[in-house]
């Protein structure tokens, strides 16, 4: 089976633009959970999409968002960029919800610049 | 709220040389505990996990890990560390209520050669 696949893999943008990044979970998996990861904060649990549905949602402002589609595949934005947002996005996927004995698979990454 | 402590921020260890990377939760009931691997640059891997029964956890790459109920700890061990482990160790724990997935804030490895 392929793994959890993001795109694009390297972006840089500049203050105040918005960006989308995109994640192809594994084949059959439902859940779809996305974490930022920077040196100062670590991983930091954005929000998890489960059956086009948000299911559940971490500690960030509203310009950060996501969406999940019918073939499972989830976007996620955040407008309005800050110096701050620059970062690691992480996405991974499981078969059920993340908050359980689910195991996520994680994609490589998204490395996100801004300048 | 759970939470999920790794005391060790950066270690080094000799190649050969045994590891143990500690991992101390909080919750109030049984978690479900995890550790993970990332390399440089690259994504995380699940190296094992623990649910119930058996509280010595058997891992991929020689990794294994005991959970410890009275301590609340859940430290990873390897008897022979390999040049090729020298990454970063997350520690993560979920649970049954479907509430945010935590991970510990990191362990670094280096080895020497």
């Known amino acids: 089976k392929a793994g959890v696949t993001q795109t694009p893999r390297y972006l840089i943008k500049t203050r105040g633009q918005q960006v989308t990044l995109s994640c192809s979970p594994i084949?059959?998996?439902?859940?779809v959970s996305w974490y930022q990861q920077t040196p100062g904060q670590g991983l930091q649990f954005l929000f998890e999409y489960f059956s086009e549905t948000q299911r559940n949602k971490g500690n960030f402002p509203g310009r950060f968002s996501g969406r999940q589609f019918s073939n499972s595949r989830s976007e996620m934005n955040v407008s309005t960029l800050e110096l701050g947002d620059s970062a690691l996005y992480l996405c991974?996927?499981?078969?059920?919800?993340?908050?359980?004995?689910?195991?996520?698979?994680f994609g490589p990454g998204t490395r996100l610049l801004v300048l | 709220a759970q939470s999920v402590t790794q005391p060790d921020i950066h270690i080094t260890v000799s190649e050969g040389a045994s590891l143990e990377l500690r991992c101390n939760y909080s919750?109030?009931?049984?978690?479900?505990l995890f550790w993970y691997v990332q390399s440089p640059g690259q994504g995380l891997q699940l190296l094992l996990k623990y649910f119930s029964g058996d509280t010595l956890v058997q891992g991929i790459k020689g990794f294994e890990a005991e959970f410890k109920r009275s301590q609340s700890s859940f430290n990873l061990r390897k008897p022979s560390v390999h040049w090729s482990d020298a990454a970063e160790y997350f520690c993560?724990?979920?649970?049954?209520?479907?509430?945010?997935?935590?991970f510990g804030p990191g362990t670094r490895l280096s080895v020497l050669p």
């Open positions: 991974a996927s499981s078969l059920g919800l993340a908050g359980t004995q689910e195991t996520q698979y």
């Open positions: 084949s059959g998996h439902r859940s």
């Open positions: 993560a724990v979920g649970h049954n209520y479907g509430q945010n997935f935590v």
């Open positions: 919750y109030g009931a049984t978690p479900y």
